[in-house]
Every structure is written in C-alpha cells, then in structure tokens.
C-alpha cells in the first residue's frame, strides 16, 4: 500500500501547470522537471515525473489506468476478496451441518 504524499494536492497541480508552461523553454523535460522541481523544493524530478504522468493519463493524453479506474479496481478487488470468505464460510458451514444429518441418531 502506497504511503500518503507529504505534498499537498495544490502544490502537486500547480507544479504539473508549470511543467506545461516551462517545457518550451528548456531543452527537454527532464530539464524543466528539475527546474520546477528545485523551484518549489520538490525532493525529486522523478516524483514530479510521476504527478506529469498521472495527470496525463487521467487527461487522457497518454495511455494507462485512470486514477478513477484504479480506485474502482481497487473496491472491486476488495469486495470479491470478501465474497469469496463469505463464500468459503457458507461451504464449511454447509458441509458441517451436511454431515450432522448423515450421523445416526439414538432415538429415545
């Protein structure tokens, strides 16, 4: 499980903002992701990659898992995990009470 960002969530959209405005002004984006990385003293170009990358798949400009999609995957995965105890407990109850009328019973 990721761990929660120590960024806040305005300060993740607005470096991804001055990411588009400042790629023209740079030879190529791994400079600009360190210029707007050092700028707002982000620790790292790579994790400001990473928030470029997600905004761009969200946006739809670059294939991939949408963060909504993940998320949904993420409740689906969760929910058929429990369905699938619920489902396992059932067997075992069933099979349990199965065999309680298989027994002969002593009748008085």
Same mark, same amino acid.
């Given at each position: 499980?990721?761990?929660?960002?120590?960024?806040?969530?305005?300060?993740?959209?607005?470096? !991804?903002?001055?990411?588009?405005? !400042?790629?023209?002004?740079?030879?190529?984006?791994?400079?600009? /992701?360190?210029? !707007?990385?050092?700028?707002? $003293?982000?620790?790292?170009?790579? =994790?400001?990659?990473?928030? !470029?990358?997600? #905004?761009?798949?969200?946006?739809?400009?670059?294939?991939? =898992?949408?963060?909504?999609?993940?998320?949904?995957?993420? =409740?689906?995965?969760? #929910?058929?995990?429990? /369905?699938?105890?619920?489902?396992?407990?059932?067997?075992?109850? $069933?099979?349990?009470?199965?065999?309680? /009328?298989?027994?002969?019973?002593?009748?008085?």
């Amino acid at each position: 499980m990721a761990r929660p960002s120590s960024y806040p969530l305005e300060l993740r959209k607005r470096a !991804v903002r001055l990411v588009a405005e !400042v790629r023209g002004d740079h030879p190529n984006e791994s400079a600009a /992701l360190r210029a !707007v990385a050092q700028k707002l $003293a982000i620790g790292s170009a790579e =994790t400001l990659r990473n928030w !470029v990358k997600r #905004e761009e798949i969200n946006s739809g400009q670059r294939p991939g =898992t949408t963060s909504e999609e993940s998320a949904a995957m993420k =409740t689906l995965r969760k #929910e058929n995990a429990e /369905l699938r105890r619920a489902d396992d407990i059932l067997k075992v109850a $069933a099979s349990f009470f199965a065999a309680e /009328l298989d027994r002969p019973h002593a009748r008085s």
